[in-house]
């Protein structure tokens, strides 16, 4: 194989080597089988026994033992926006919302078309640059929830404690940093994640509830959209996508054997550390986005003195073997998302490259 770039794309995202080669290993035929995994009805033992180990290891990497389910939905994270406001913002209640960044506007006006919504705090006028202080959040009784996106995946931006909401079900959209750091799950009533960050490839979307909070879930809407369907059947009311959940468990395996959550934690800690290093030191070079203090450390931002020099950047790294280091559409400017599955030499290769680039045209 020629060999491999480093994978800073946002998502889909860089996946483990060793996944995919097992995965390619095991394509043709899955175990003795005889029939590939992508040939396999979903009501055959094999493929229920392979979903429901997959919901268990998910669980057990985020620490929760009783009280909470993990369904595997359609759809991406996006449709998780509409389907958590349709079953929680029943009549009579508020959906509030923390507006950090584009995501969580996105979940806010999906919400907007199923019931009333509030804006519980927003860093919009502050550019996205930072994460509200958690004394600014105003909640609108009565309030069926207040969701939130603990990682800003295209400004760069993360909480670094969880609001206190007190009764309020706290509800997250994870897509971007489950599994990546530690985080008390047991004070989320349900969050959500596209797996194709921390968590596999695109096509499949994690969602965890806690059973209680499920009791207060409308019954009023189509039974596809329920939550309590896929915990009913076990994510298996219709048609998964096999191949994909088997590459999840492949890589939540991968993530065990390595250490869990509290080894990825360090892992990313130590690989944003190197790129950040880099942006601070460089004397305004490289000018990072986000305030220092609510960093993310999956998605490095930041900008350069002008659009051209940015691009030269850009196509420089490019053919230096980087990929995806372009900032997302919306923002501009330079971004490197280093999720659990991009090793630390990728990180390390990026920090020489920019120290580089800044001394030949700083
Ligand atoms: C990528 C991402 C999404 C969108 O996910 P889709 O699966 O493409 O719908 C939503 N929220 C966050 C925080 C993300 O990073």
């Known amino acids: 194989m020629a060999e491999r770039r480093y994978n800073f794309?946002?998502?889909?995202?860089?996946?483990?080597?060793?996944?995919?080669?097992?995965?390619?290993?095991?394509?043709?035929?899955?175990?003795e089988s005889g029939l590939s995994l992508l040939e396999m009805s979903h009501r055959s033992?094999?493929?229920?026994?392979?979903?429901?180990?997959?919901?268990?290891?998910?669980?057990?990497?985020?620490?929760?033992?009783?009280?909470?389910?993990?369904?595997?939905?359609?759809?991406?994270?996006?449709t998780q926006f509409a389907l958590v406001a349709q079953n929680f913002l029943v009549p009579g209640k508020v959906g509030n919302y923390m507006l950090t960044g584009s995501f969580s506007e996105k979940a806010y006006s999906e919400a907007g078309y199923v019931g009333p919504v509030h804006a519980a705090a927003s860093s919009k006028d502050a550019g996205w640059r930072s994460i509200p202080r958690l004394e600014e959040v105003r909640l609108e009784d009565p309030a069926a929830y207040l969701h939130i996106t603990s990682n800003n995946t295209i400004e760069g931006s993360r909480y670094n404690v969880l609001p206190e909401t007190g009764d309020v079900p706290l509800v997250a959209d994870m897509?971007?940093?489950?599994?990546?750091?530690?985080?008390?799950?047991?004070?989320?009533s349900l969050f959500y994640a596209g797996a194709q960050k921390n968590l596999g490839p695109a096509g499949v979307t994690a969602v965890v509830i806690r059973d209680s909070f499920l009791e207060k879930a409308s019954k009023n809407i189509p039974v596809i959209q329920r939550y309590a369907t896929f915990v009913k059947e076990k994510s298996?009311?219709?048609?998964?996508?096999?191949?994909?959940?088997?590459?999840?468990?492949?890589v939540l395996?991968?993530?065990?054997?390595?250490?869990?959550?509290?080894?990825?934690?360090?892992?990313?800690?130590?690989?944003?550390?190197?790129?950040?290093?880099?942006?601070?030191?460089?004397?305004?070079f490289y000018r990072?986005?986000?305030e220092p203090e609510c960093r993310s450390q999956m998605n490095v931002t930041w900008r350069m003195a002008d659009p051209e020099l940015e691009r030269r950047f850009l196509?420089?790294?490019?053919?230096?073997?980087?990929?995806?280091?372009?900032?997302?559409?919306?923002?501009?400017?330079?971004?490197?998302?280093?999720?659990?599955?991009?090793?630390?030499?990728?990180?390390?290769a990026l920090a020489d490259f920019m120290v580089e680039f800044q001394r030949v045209n700083g």
Not at 327 to 334: D, N
């Open 315 to 348: 196509a420089e790294s490019e053919r230096a073997g980087f990929e995806g280091l372009g900032g997302h559409r919306s923002v501009g400017g330079l971004r490197a998302s280093a999720y659990n599955a991009v090793p630390l030499e990728a990180c390390q």
């Open 253 to 284: 395996k991968w993530t065990a054997a390595l250490g869990g959550v509290p080894e990825m934690e360090r892992r990313n800690a130590e690989k944003s550390g190197l790129l950040y290093r880099v942006i601070d030191g460089s004397g305004g």
């Open 236 to 250: 298996l009311y219709n048609t998964p996508p096999v191949h994909t959940i088997y590459i999840m468990n492949l």
């Open 45 to 78: 033992k094999i493929v229920e026994r392979l979903n429901a180990e997959t919901q268990s290891l998910l669980l057990e990497l985020l620490g929760l033992k009783e009280g909470y389910h993990a369904l595997f939905m359609g759809g991406g994270a996006s």
């Open 175 to 188: 897509t971007s940093d489950i599994l990546g750091r530690v985080i008390d799950c047991g004070k989320l």
């Open 288 to 290: 990072g986005i986000v």
């Open 9 to 31: 794309n946002p998502g889909p995202a860089a996946l483990p080597l060793e996944v995919l080669e097992q995965a390619k290993e095991e394509l043709v035929e899955y175990g």
